[in-house]
Every structure is written in structure tokens, then in C-alpha cells.
């Protein structure tokens, strides 16, 4: 099984609302990834996790908060987010590094009204 | 951080030879060269990797020259369904250590034409 999978693929939602984008891999992989895009331009990298520990926060506003709570889950929780957070919210996992293969699911689309 | 730089934008024809060249000037000694496509409205998909020379799977190919300043990926016979993103992205992997972060370029949107 070779699928990232997330949960939801749309997702519609207030400036007060508080909200979780789920994302889920089997592969064993233990680095896994969210990703921010925005339309027609690249994916931003925002949080890694590594052996379930937090590895890397790239400057996230604290309104996006993450959680590995096993190996093979990776949440994003949303709160009070602003309608430029709009956009398709990526996760993937890798082996344990990123220089293997980083495998993608189909990402969340997000709006923020 | 080596900072990568693609064409903005290319195109071609069913059944011609795409080749994409990325330009990687400050790779270091351990980075590794990585292409994804991407469809829109979905995620990249791995499609290579390579350290040096040549490196050769089902869908594409990709040269690095000695000095490793720069890579090419191939696609030999493109498709419409090759219409897509390709990002490349170097880098060596140090997730642990927090030395590396994985950063995709501006990418090249390749149009596949009839």
C-alpha cells in the first residue's frame, strides 16, 4: 500500500470555527509532512514530524497547531484561521528522510470564509 | 540551502522528447536531485532521484554532469497526460538534525500540445 490518504477533501469553514485536517499512511514511513499551496504556486513546507516528534515548524502562525499521535497519523487543527489560509493543505510521508521518495496524498482544499 | 532554478514554463508536442533543466549552483557534497510532477488540484508525485551521472526508471530520466551544478530530467514521447508541474528539489535529508527543509522551486509548467 503506497497511498497517503486525508480526510477531508473539502473543507469549508468560519474565522471562529475549530476544525482538524487528518491525514493517514501505512507505508512504516516515519517522517511525515504538511505542506501549504496556494494557487499556481509551489507547496510551502509548514511542519515535520520524525519518529512522531516534531522536527521542523517553518514559522506557522500558532493557529495551525499539529499532532502526530501515532506513526501512521498526522493531524492539522485549525483555529480562528484568516481567509488568506485558504488553500490545499498537503501531507506526505517519507521513510525517514526526505531525500526518499516523499509520497503525497490528494491534499485538503481549504476555505476560509 | 541549495536554491534551485527552472524554466518558468515550456511546451511541446505528442511524442517529442522533453528535457527540463534545473540549476542547483550551491548543491553541497551530500544533496541528493528530486523531481515531483504535479497535476492540479493534486498531490506531487515522485518521479526520480539521482546523486551524479545518470539515473534511468520507467518514466524518465535524469543527467547530472560532474559538476552537479545542474540537472536534466528527460521524458522521452510526452503525452497530453504529461501536462503538468515538475518541481525539482536538492537537498541531503537531515530531517532529524533540522538541516535540511524540504523547498520546492517555482517549478516548470510543461503543455503537452496535439
Known amino acids: 500500500d503506497t497511498e497517503v490518504t486525508q480526510t477531508p477533501k473539502h473543507l469549508v469553514m468560519g474565522m471562529t470555527n475549530k476544525k482538524s485536517l487528518k491525514c493517514e499512511q501505512h507505508?512504516?514511513?516515519?517522517?511525515m509532512y504538511w505542506y501549504k499551496q496556494k494557487a499556481k504556486k509551489p507547496p510551502e513546507l509548514m511542519f515535520v514530524?520524525?519518529?512522531?516528534?516534531?522536527?521542523i515548524n517553518e514559522s506557522v502562525p500558532s493557529r495551525f497547531s499539529p499532532e502526530c499521535p501515532n506513526s501512521s497519523l498526522l493531524n492539522l487543527h485549525l483555529h480562528a484561521l484568516q481567509p488568506e489560509d485558504s488553500a490545499l493543505y498537503l501531507c506526505?510521508?517519507?521513510?525517514?528522510?526526505?531525500?526518499?521518495?516523499?509520497?503525497f496524498g490528494p491534499g485538503t482544499r481549504l476555505t476560509v470564509l | 540551502l541549495a536554491k534551485t532554478t527552472q524554466p518558468i514554463s515550456m511546451d511541446s508536442y505528442e511524442g517529442q522528447e522533453v528535457n527540463i533543466t534545473c540549476s542547483h549552483n550551491?548543491?553541497?557534497?551530500?544533496?541528493?536531485i528530486t523531481w515531483y510532477q504535479q497535476f492540479p488540484s493534486q498531490g506531487p508525485r515522485f518521479i526520480i532521484q539521482?546523486?551524479?551521472t545518470k539515473v534511468t526508471n520507467e518514466v524518465a530520466s535524469l543527467f547530472i554532469p560532474a559538476d552537479r551544478k545542474s540537472s536534466t530530467l528527460s521524458l522521452p514521447r510526452v503525452s497530453l497526460s504529461d501536462t503538468a508541474v515538475y518541481y525539482c528539489?536538492?537537498?541531503?535529508?537531515?530531517?532529524?538534525?533540522?538541516?535540511?527543509?524540504?523547498?520546492f522551486g517555482r517549478g516548470t509548467s510543461l503543455i503537452v500540445h496535439p
Open positions: 514530524y520524525s519518529y512522531e516528534k516534531l522536527s
Open positions: 506526505a510521508s517519507s521513510q525517514d528522510s526526505a531525500t526518499d521518495t516523499q509520497y
Open positions: 507505508m512504516g514511513h516515519r517522517a
Open positions: 550551491n548543491i553541497a557534497t551530500n544533496d541528493y
Open positions: 539521482g546523486y551524479k
Open positions: 528539489l536538492v537537498g541531503d535529508g537531515a530531517i532529524a538534525g533540522g538541516s535540511y527543509i524540504p523547498t
